[in-house]
T-cell receptor, first 115, second 115 residues
Framework: GAGVSQSPSNKVTEKGKDVELRCDPISGHTALYWYRQSLGQGLEFLIYFQGNSAPDKSGLPSDRFSAERTGGSVSTLTIQRTQQEDSAVYLC?????????????FGSGTQLSVL | DQQVKQNSPSLSVQEGRISILNCDYTNSMFDYFLWYKKYPAEGPTFLISISSIKDKNEDGRFTVFLNKSAKHLSLHIVPSQPGDSAVYFCSSLGAGGTSYGKLTFGQGTILTVHP
């Protein structure tokens, strides 16, 4: 596709359940980012992938959060044992090479609601 | 600790007038700043950026001003149009010497331009 694709667009889950969020970056983009936006907050960095390098996981809020990027393309963000404070919009972004001044291209996000 | 702050949650402007969105930051290591614009149910899109070696960058109706001594930047939109109504996020890059696009975002300002 032409842009960053995320699925599902909306996810409602019960507290304690696991969820998987998917991101399909722009074809040819080697850098992939996950951010989240909680209500009333700015976008919060979660994790960064670049090529075959070890990801920067410094933004993951707890060990319940993990992410993978298979084959240098699609990424999955997994949240285990979801809590109500995990409710947020989860945004994926990609950039061509991950350079510091490159603009990020964002997907439309997944709205996660934990009941 | 909010390193990038947008203290005005919302701004309402008449069509044709100037919109001024403000942003303050606390980390003097930030050396590159970007504004992103977000419509409902869409991901943020890049709008304009400025390097810390400049104090102004202009692109059509959009101008960003940077005051390093005050750790303050502002986005001016003139003339404002109803289609500019969106959430505007200020973001910064560079603290800690990262070589990739790990951004720190403000909370966003909702701009409404009335016809």
């Amino acid at each position: 596709g032409a842009g960053v694709s995320q699925s599902p667009s909306n996810k409602v889950t019960e507290k304690g359940k696991d969820v998987e969020l998917r991101c399909d970056p722009i074809s040819g983009h080697t850098a992939l980012y996950w951010y989240r936006q909680s209500l009333g907050q700015g976008l919060e960095f979660l994790i960064y992938f670049q090529g075959n390098s070890a990801p920067d996981k410094s933004g993951l809020p707890s060990d319940r959060f993990s992410a993978e990027r298979t084959g240098g393309s699609v990424s999955t963000l997994t949240i285990q044992r979801t809590q109500q404070e995990d409710s947020a919009v989860y945004l994926c972004a990609s950039s061509l090479q991950g350079g510091a001044n490159e603009k990020l291209f964002f997907g439309s996000g997944t709205q996660l609601s934990v009941l | 600790d909010q390193q990038v702050k947008q203290n005005s949650p919302s701004l309402s402007v008449q069509e044709g007038r100037i919109s001024i969105l403000n942003c303050d930051y606390t980390n003097s290591m930030f050396d590159y700043f970007l504004w992103y614009k977000k419509y409902p149910a869409e991901g943020p899109t890049f709008l304009i950026s400025i390097s810390s070696i400049k104090d102004k960058n202009e692109d059509g109706r959009f101008t960003v001003f940077l005051n390093k001594s005050a750790k303050h930047l502002s986005l001016h939109i003139v003339p404002s149009q109803p289609g500019d109504s969106a959430v505007y996020f200020c973001s910064s890059l560079g603290a800690g010497g990262t070589s990739y696009g790990k951004l720190t975002f403000g909370q966003g300002t909702i701009l409404t331009v009335h016809p």
